[in-house]
């Protein structure tokens, strides 16, 4: 590959926990000069396999991953977590700063609203429960296991909460939970709203695939959209893991 010294090998630390990390990570496979470790925060039991190697767990904070860094003599840093994962993001802009490691966002594009949306974004998870209070509503809750908590005192609505680990309290009182891994169909997910007479859903703004955006819009059910933290600055963002290789390829 261009862009590595010749015989050389790259070492690649993927921040991983999405698709894309592991599609990052599938393609890496494919160039044996590319040698990748994956990170996983470890907080589901049963991730899906990831090719390549897989460490599990925190690295104790930025000294922790500078560590890391260091250790491993990794060429290249690419932070594939989930948009809202923002603290690790964090962490990796600070490593990369301090040892100097090329540093990569790979984070895949936000949805859009189409014609016969009706979304109402809001700034943070705080933010989509203010928006709720008071309401009599029963509500679909799609923004993960994490911060479910300020969804409590709603006592108004009920909620349907659907995540891949059980979320851990506090939470609702009056909650029913579905514990599922997507992918998800449109009609699916539009037989899960009617059959629970779902009129608002609560999202994150994590792009990607939209089987229960398409389903609002058929049912006509607004939409409370969380929008994700702003991208550091400065640092070079790729939307898809064909332009993450052409930066691995330039490193
Ligand atoms: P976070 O709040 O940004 O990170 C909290 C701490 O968890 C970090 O300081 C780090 O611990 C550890 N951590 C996070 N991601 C890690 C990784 N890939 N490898 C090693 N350690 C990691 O993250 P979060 O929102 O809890 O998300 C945790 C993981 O779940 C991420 O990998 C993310 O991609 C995935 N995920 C998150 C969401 C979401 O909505 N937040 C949704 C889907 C998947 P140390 O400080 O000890 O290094």
Avoid at 51 to 77: C, K, M, N, T, Y
Wanted: proline content about 8%; overall charge positive.
């Amino acid at each position: 590959m261009p862009g590595l010294t010749p015989g050389g090998d790259l070492r690649v630390l993927v921040l991983g926990g999405t698709t894309e990390g592991r599609e990052l990570a599938a393609a890496c496979a494919g160039h044996p000069e590319l040698h990748t470790v994956t990170s996983l925060a470890g907080r589901t039991g049963r991730p899906v396999p990831i090719a390549g190697r897989v460490r599990i767990g925190g690295f104790g904070g930025v000294d922790g991953l500078v560590d890391f860094l260091r250790d491993e003599r990794i060429g290249a840093l690419v932070d594939a977590t989930h948009t809202f994962a923002a603290t690790m993001t964090e962490h990796a802009v600070a490593a990369a700063r301090r040892t100097g490691v090329p540093l990569l966002m790979l984070r895949r594009p936000g949805w859009r609203e189409r014609p016969g949306d009706r979304w109402t974004r809001v700034p943070s998870l705080t933010a989509a429960a203010t928006a709720l209070r008071g309401r009599h509503s029963r509500v679909f809750l799609t923004t993960g296991r994490q911060g479910i908590g300020v969804f409590t005192g709603l006592d108004r609505c009920w909620f349907l909460a659907r995540s891949v680990e059980p979320p851990l309290p506090p939470m609702p009182a009056r909650m029913t939970v579905i514990l599922d891994r997507g992918p998800f169909t449109v009609a699916g997910e539009r037989d899960l709203m009617t059959g629970h007479r779902i009129d608002v859903l609560v999202t994150k703004d994590s792009g990607g695939a939209d089987a229960k955006l398409s389903a609002a819009r058929d049912l006509g059910v607004p939409v409370i959209m969380v929008d994700r933290p702003s991208p550091p600055p400065g640092v070079p963002a790729a939307a898809t893991v064909d332009q993450a290789m052409d930066w691995l390829r330039a490193v």
